[in-house]
């Protein structure tokens, strides 16, 4: 079955540094690929997503992410991170069979 | 513009009461969602529908029904609340497979 990993589960930068989460996905074929964010006590906004041309897709806030097809991955990163990016952060995969699969989030804690 | 909107925002069950968590959306979105929130473990999906008439089972739909009779509107029932249902539970709804996907905020669900 299709799935989502993310490997890091908590990541903490300094402000102003950069930023790289990670997120490999399972799937026979290539996937639509999302990442969302999400603040404390809030839904979830889409930061990005790749369906199919350049694989590197710019989004919103600054943020991009480049989609890997060797390595089965789809990696957020930002060159400057501010203190407002202090979220979680969810990558998503679609799949033929119309699900949208999640991973299990990265929190990020951005300190001074 | 509304978008998709939930309710309720919170709410108390005692175990084995029933309840049923409402979504609508106003986007005439073909595909809407449920999904579960727990801490380490990201976002799950419970039930989906592709369409008015159609649903179809996630990854953890045991101890939930949907039914799907509007465009607009897509509960989702507990019949019999348990513990282990404690959760938040986030409605999402989007055009096709391959389009972003709007989520309602989110109801917290706590079973006593």
């Known amino acids: 079955a299709q799935s989502v990993t993310q490997p890091d589960i908590h990541i903490t930068v300094s402000e102003g540094a950069s930023l790289e989460l990670r997120c490999n996905y399972s799937?026979?074929?290539?996937?639509?690929l999302f990442w969302y964010v999400q603040s404390p006590g809030q839904g979830l906004q889409l930061l990005l997503k790749?369906?199919?041309?350049?694989?590197l897709v710019q989004g919103i806030k600054g943020f991009e992410a480049e989609f890997k097809r060797s390595q089965s991955s789809f990696n957020l990163r930002k060159p400057s991170v501010h203190w407002s990016d202090a979220a979680e952060y969810f990558c998503?995969?679609?799949?033929?069979?119309?699900?949208?699969?999640f991973g299990t989030g990265t929190r990020l804690q951005v300190f001074p | 513009n509304a978008g998709v909107t939930q309710t309720p925002k919170f709410q108390v069950l005692k175990t084995g009461q029933s309840m049923t968590l409402q979504c609508a959306q106003d986007?005439?979105?073909?595909?809407m969602s449920w999904y579960r929130q727990d801490p380490g473990m990201g976002l799950r999906l419970i039930h989906y529908?592709?369409?008015?008439?159609?649903?179809d089972q996630g990854e953890v739909p045991n101890g939930y029904n949907v039914s799907r009779s509007t465009t607009e509107d897509f509960p989702l029932r507990l019949l019999s609340a348990a513990p282990s249902q404690t959760s938040v539970y986030f409605c999402?709804?989007?055009?096709?497979?391959?389009?972003?996907?709007?989520f309602g905020q989110g109801t917290r669900l706590t079973v006593v």
């Open positions: 999402a709804s989007r055009t096709t497979r391959n389009t972003e996907a709007f």
């Open positions: 799937y026979g074929a290539t996937p639509y």
């Open positions: 790749y369906f199919s041309g350049d694989t």
């Open positions: 998503a995969v679609g799949v033929y069979d119309d699900k949208l699969i």
């Open positions: 986007m005439n979105h073909e595909y």
């Open positions: 529908s592709v369409g008015a008439g159609i649903t």
